[in-house]
């Protein structure tokens, strides 16, 4: 089974990988057998890429990357009842233990037994098939397409982050971060009701692309303007409601409070690869609730749905489509971080 191999740090390769073909490709009763179509190229990918490892996870032996991801079904086990050969697909990435008890509390993302797709020692899905458990793959209505579906797994964090942030209608967020996570999470907020959305970064051409999703969204360049000074003129010096953290970046995080209103609420996306801190003396004086979120939970299938309705909009954040032989040369360039690309794809061969 040929497929994109992490064999090191700063090492891919695209060969075959026959380990994969024992254990983690048998089918049981609860499980379907799916042939990739479109894997998307995520920052945890290129992370483990460009340095081996991600807090705890480390990459001690090959691993195979990927795990946003849509497909269609080519076989079935002997009790699945919602899954057919051919229907097309997305996966969710991460199972759970269903016996745990994150699980049986609705909390199954923190399950620390949970299997992700790409997390040393878990392989991922840059690979032709794969099999999966029938609750964690969703079939797609015809008007999504696979580009659309391999989006739905980034686009969940988005989901998760403006549902733990409580959006009230009406309300005004600031997305620190334009990249893929920063964009879908305002997308979600706005989805969710808010009336604005703020988005910041660094690179001209991501707020270009920020700008273009709707007009309700307003790009801030902080190497030309100052956040708070923007914040606080747009809104007759109250602050936004939300302020949801999507760059990972501590120096970001250490004046989180400062744009955000009376009674508002932080929401830490994840993603730091270095410890932060913040000001709890400014969340105070403001009674900030602070949300922090692991990956998501319960959201897929609305992502789904929000797809096929038209709500969410994710074809402008794919920005570049690669053949899956050119995999080592798209990571090559992802880990380059090109300012004008959002999210990358690779497609297997049909």
Not at 133 to 146: G, H, I, M, R
């Amino acid at each position: 089974m040929k497929s994109l191999v992490l064999e090191k740090k700063d090492e891919l390769s695209l060969r075959d990988f026959p380990a994969i073909d024992r254990v983690e490709e048998t089918l049981t009763s609860r499980d379907v057998r799916i042939k990739l179509h479109t894997v998307g190229i995520c920052g945890s990918d290129v992370h483990y890429y460009t340095h081996g490892r991600i807090g705890p996870f480390v990459v001690n032996e090959p691993m195979i990357l990927g795990h946003e991801a849509s497909g269609t079904v080519l076989e079935v086990g002997s009790d699945v009842t919602t899954l057919k050969v051919g229907d097309r697909v997305c996966m969710e990435p991460g199972v759970p233990d269903p016996n745990s008890r994150a699980t049986r509390l609705g909390m199954y993302n923190v399950d620390p037994a949970v299997q992700f797709w790409a997390t040393p020692p878990v392989h991922g899905i840059l690979r032709p098939t794969c099999v999966h458990p029938e609750a964690f793959t969703f079939k797609l209505p015809d008007n999504v397409s696979f580009a659309e579906a391999a989006m739905v797994e980034p686009l969940a964090v988005g989901v998760h982050a403006a549902t733990k942030a409580r959006v009230k209608p009406g309300d005004i967020a600031l997305v620190l971060g334009a990249g893929p996570i920063g964009l879908v999470t305002a997308l979600s907020a706005l989805a969710a009701g808010c009336a604005r959305v703020y988005v910041t970064d660094l690179a001209e051409k991501k707020l270009e692309i920020a700008s273009s999703l709707s007009q309700a969204i307003t790009p801030i360049d902080i190497t030309k303007e100052d956040i708070v000074d923007v914040i606080k003129r747009d809104t007759d010096g109250w602050g936004v409601n939300i302020v949801f953290e999507a760059t990972g970046s501590p120096r970001a995080a250490a004046g989180i409070f400062e744009p955000l209103c009376p009674g508002g609420c932080v929401v830490m996306i994840g993603g730091q690869p270095d410890p932060i801190s913040y000001d709890a003396g400014a969340a105070m004086v403001r009674e900030a609730r602070v949300e922090n979120i692991f990956r998501y939970a319960h959201v897929f299938p609305r992502c789904v749905d929000m797809l096929s309705s038209g709500a969410i909009d994710v074809k402008p954040l794919i920005t570049k489509t690669f053949d899956f032989e050119d995999s080592v040369h798209a990571f090559e360039i992802a880990a380059s971080a090109p300012p004008a690309d959002v999210k990358m794809q690779i497609e297997l061969p049909q």
